[in-house]
């Protein structure tokens, strides 16, 4: 399942995983449209907000990974809605993670930020360093990692990448 999949970076990864022969469900809000995914016997769209905990539940039945890229992207975007920032990007994060979890999902990748290292004098920036968070945006998604490898275990494995900014073409611009 991959929850944000008609967004920027979904629109792009979901054809290439259906070139590849995966099974992908894609559970989105939708907001920006529906025309962003092309229409394949392999893909099941899922119009719905994460946090509708019980469509949730009902949407991740029988799914073996979670690629989670829902969110209110980037500080201008979040800054926007301080509030509904907050309720997509943390509030709803530890439940989607349990449900997951609960309903035998055995990998879970999440896309953080690499804003979450905040401003660093190093040029070489790499995970062994501290998290210095700047902005709710940063802050929130630096929280939503650590949530994340609170659930980890032999059973639910978590992935956590954090892109810089993404960019280049894709059917979902920002």
């Not at 992908?24 to 893909?43: F, Q, S, W």
């Not at 994060?93 to 979450?116: C, D, H, M, T, W």
């Not at 609170?150 to 978590?158: C, R, T, V």
Request: net charge neutral; proline share 5%; with cysteine.
């Amino acid at each position: 399942m991959i929850t944000g999949g008609a967004g920027y970076v979904g629109a792009v990864l979901v054809p290439r995983l259906l070139a590849d022969d995966y099974c992908v469900t894609v559970y989105d809000l939708m907001i920006y449209g529906e025309n962003a995914l092309p229409k394949h016997r392999n893909l099941t769209v899922v119009k719905g907000d994460i946090r509708d905990q019980k469509l949730l539940k009902k949407a991740m039945e029988d799914q073996d990974a979670v690629i989670h890229l829902a969110c209110i992207s980037n500080d201008p975007s979040f800054e926007l809605n301080p509030a509904l920032g907050r309720s997509i990007n943390l509030d709803a994060f530890q439940p989607l993670v349990e449900i997951s979890r609960n309903q035998g999902v055995k990998r879970f990748i999440y896309a953080s930020s690499s804003s979450v290292y905040g401003i660093k004098k190093e040029m070489d920036v790499n995970e062994a360093m501290s998290l210095e968070p700047l902005t709710d945006y940063s802050r929130f998604k630096a929280e939503c990692e650590k949530i994340l490898l609170d659930y980890q275990s032999l059973n639910f494995s978590a992935v956590i990448v954090r892109p810089a900014t993404v960019c280049g073409y894709s059917p979902r611009q920002r």
